[in-house]
């Protein structure tokens, strides 16, 4: 079996789009952009609305809870890890790191749950593991 961990990843940079997001990142919380124009939410944070282009956003709180799309693991590296896309309760789908898990137990569909994981300068960042 080998146990995927979390791993330490480069300290993302705030800009003023995304400042709010890495905020509440420091609070535990997990927040999404919602377009008042055609109510969808988006990830990555941004200014525009990609799906309307609208300018009127929202932070709201997001779940946390997602499925597995798709994942590969990165075997030949150590730690060894998994980049996946995760589909979340919200509706986007985000590019993740999974940790904390066995790697041959994983699937597509596979429910997950958000965990922040400390970056190099401290700054926690959005991964997740098995729900």
């Not at 709010?20 to 109510?39: D, I, K």
């Not at 990830?43 to 300018?55: D, M, S, V």
Request: aromatic share 10%.
């Amino acid at each position: 079996m080998t146990t995927i961990t979390a791993r330490t990843v480069a300290s993302p940079e705030a800009n003023p789009e995304t400042l709010p997001f890495w905020q509440a990142a420091q609070r535990g919380e997990f927040l999404l952009r919602r377009c008042s124009a055609c109510g969808r939410t988006h990830w990555y944070p941004r200014a525009i609305c990609p799906h309307c282009f609208g300018t009127e956003l929202a932070w709201e709180p997001a779940s946390g809870r997602g499925t597995i799309y798709a994942f590969s693991p990165m075997r030949r590296v150590e730690p060894a890890y998994v980049v996946a896309y995760v589909t979340l309760a919200e509706g986007p789908t985000m590019l993740t790191n999974l940790v904390d898990c066995e790697l041959e137990s994983l699937h597509i569909g596979q429910a997950v749950k958000l965990v922040f994981t400390p970056s190099e300068n401290g700054q926690p960042v959005p991964m997740f593991t098995p729900a």
